[in-house]
């Protein structure tokens, strides 16, 4: 931990408990906006790769090969 971060995490722990909540809720909140994006991205690839399967313009691979890829790389 950094001297920064030990800093605000000693001041933090001298909040009231309403505070402290509103603080973890902040950082949260920040997060999860974060995480709005990439889960926003993700959904914009899924549709990207349905129409691809749609189209027919994606690659598919056989179940079989995916598996025997896997376990290939599992044994290394």
Do not use: C, H, Y
Request: charged share 30%; hydrophobic share 45%.
């Amino acid at each position: 931990m950094s001297a920064a971060l030990e800093e605000i995490a000693e001041k933090a722990l001298q909040l009231s408990p309403q505070d402290k909540l509103a603080l973890a809720n902040r950082l949260l909140s920040d997060q999860l906006s974060d995480a709005s994006e990439v889960e926003a991205a993700w959904d914009d690839e899924i549709l990207a790769r349905i129409e691809a399967i749609d189209n027919g313009t994606a690659i598919g691979v056989p179940f079989e090969e995916v598996i025997d890829a896997a376990r290939t790389r599992r044994a290394k």
